[in-house]
């Protein structure tokens, strides 16, 4: 459950990450919807690669590339300096959507047996209240203290997933 919550951020930063563009580089309304295929591109480049490598696929090195891509869209967002360069932000993000999708379900699995199945999904769900929560404290840290922190606070969070990984037993 902490993984999910820690990993769940990922899933709110790119709307930050269009205000940070709209702040900066006076990206338009007209833009951003190609920004999202590019975004749904990456979801695509990811679910293909798990169809095809799914025999090979360490479960554990998903859940380390999704918080390293994770850690990457905080540092790309960090260091763009320029509008054009968002596309490859979006597609990461795209990624790391899709892996975070096909992770968190697969820890469901993974911890829980067949016959409380039911149970961990529903507390799963309910236990899902740093994603709730982080839009809004986000939104008061830009106001506050700026985009940079904010990218920063997102990283760190992202980064204590890191720990909880290394405790899942997973055997594949």
Do not use: H, W
């Not at 905080?74 to 990624?95: C, E, H, P, S, T």
């Not at 379900?105 to 769900?125: D, M, P």
Request: proline share 2%; with cysteine.
């Amino acid at each position: 459950m902490v993984f999910i919550n820690t990993q769940g951020i990922a899933i709110s930063f790119l709307p930050f990450v269009v205000l940070y563009a709209k702040q900066n580089f006076q990206v338009q309304s007209d833009q951003i919807g190609n920004f999202l295929l590019f975004k749904v591109i990456g979801i695509v480049l990811v679910s293909l690669l798990v169809v095809l490598g799914v025999k090979k696929l360490k479960y554990n090195y998903m859940l380390y590339a999704n918080v390293g891509l994770s850690v990457l869209l905080a540092l790309m967002a960090f260091l763009i300096n320029d509008g054009a360069m968002l596309k490859y932000l979006f597609v990461i993000g795209g990624l790391v959507y899709s892996l975070y999708s096909i992770t968190m379900n697969g820890l469901l699995l993974e911890v829980s047996g067949q016959e409380n199945r039911a149970i961990y999904a529903g507390f799963a769900g309910a236990g899902n209240l740093v994603p709730a929560i982080f839009p809004l404290v986000g939104g008061v840290v830009i106001a506050k203290l700026g985009f940079t922190f904010f990218f920063a606070l997102y990283a760190l969070i992202i980064l204590m997933a890191l720990y909880f990984i290394r405790k899942i037993d997973c055997k594949k």
